[in-house]
T-cell receptor, first 111, second 112 residues
Framework: GENVEQHPSTLSVQEGDSAVIKCTYS??????FPWYKQELGKRPQLIID?????GEKKDQRIAVTLNKTAKHFSLHITETQPEDSAVYFC??????????FGAGTTVTVRA | SAVISQKPSRDICQRGTSLTIQCQVD?????MFWYRQQPGQSLTLIAT?????????ESGFVIDKFPISRPNLTFSTLTVSNMSPEDSSIYLC?????????FGPGTRLTVL
């Protein structure tokens, strides 16, 4: 099945700096890559996604890039704010609409 | 996006007992899923709940332990049977809508 690896496991950044999280996937048939943000005690929330026919997508301070050849995709958060502190999960869609998740990255934004 | 609710939000149960978790969606959805999230861990798919037929389970999960019902396109239940402390986890239902997947608020289960 699909194997999604996510790095780093923890990330501490100064407020205003950028944060980058990287994921790799194993199944070249994967065609959809969402990112979820999970605050403590809350449900995972979809924050951005990208499909395999697109190389980059941006939504305000958040952007995602996809390199199909290398089978990796990344989340970029610019001008980080304290409310960006959370656990972020990448995922890749495999067959029958199932998502395979990365292990998660705990992001801490220092004020 | 669809509004997803789960009941109960949390429970504390004794080992050997069973708990049924309900998931209600405010619109009809084709695909519903059940996930488990152990403390500090990622999300693991338990099964796909199929309307009108048996659920499709992932490797490591079996129907006898996690029976699932899906009587219609807006509702599903997950039962955690014969519980042990290792079943302590958050259980989340999830729906596919418009090609995107959304999660319910989760049920926090503690087994003593």
């Amino acid at each position: 099945g699909e194997n999604v690896e996510q790095h780093p496991s923890t990330l501490s950044v100064q407020e205003g700096d950028s944060a980058v999280i990287k994921c790799t996937y194993s199944d070249s048939a994967s065609n959809y890559f969402p990112w979820y943000k999970q605050e403590l005690g809350k449900r995972p929330q979809l924050i951005i996604d990208i499909r395999s026919n697109v190389g980059e997508k941006k939504d305000q301070r958040i952007a995602v890039t996809l390199n199909k050849t290398a089978k990796h995709f990344s989340l970029h958060i610019t001008e980080t704010q304290p409310e960006d502190s959370a656990v972020y999960f990448c995922a890749a869609r495999i067959q029958r609409n199932k998502l395979s998740f990365g292990a998660g990255t705990t992001v801490t934004v220092r004020a | 996006s669809a509004v997803i609710s789960q009941k109960p939000s949390r429970d504390i149960c004794q080992r050997g007992t069973s708990l049924t978790i309900q998931c209600q969606v405010d619109s009809q959805v084709t695909m519903m899923f059940w996930y488990r999230q152990q403390p500090g861990q990622s999300l693991t798919l338990i099964a796909t709940a199929n309307q009108g037929s048996e659920a499709t389970y992932e490797s490591g999960f079996v129907i006898d332990k996690f029976p699932i019902s899906r009587p219609n396109l807006t509702f599903s239940t997950l039962t955690v049977s014969n519980m042990s402390p290792e079943d302590s986890s958050i259980y989340l239902c999830s729906v596919l809508e418009g090609g995107e997947q959304f999660f319910g608020p989760g049920t926090r289960l503690t087994v003593l």
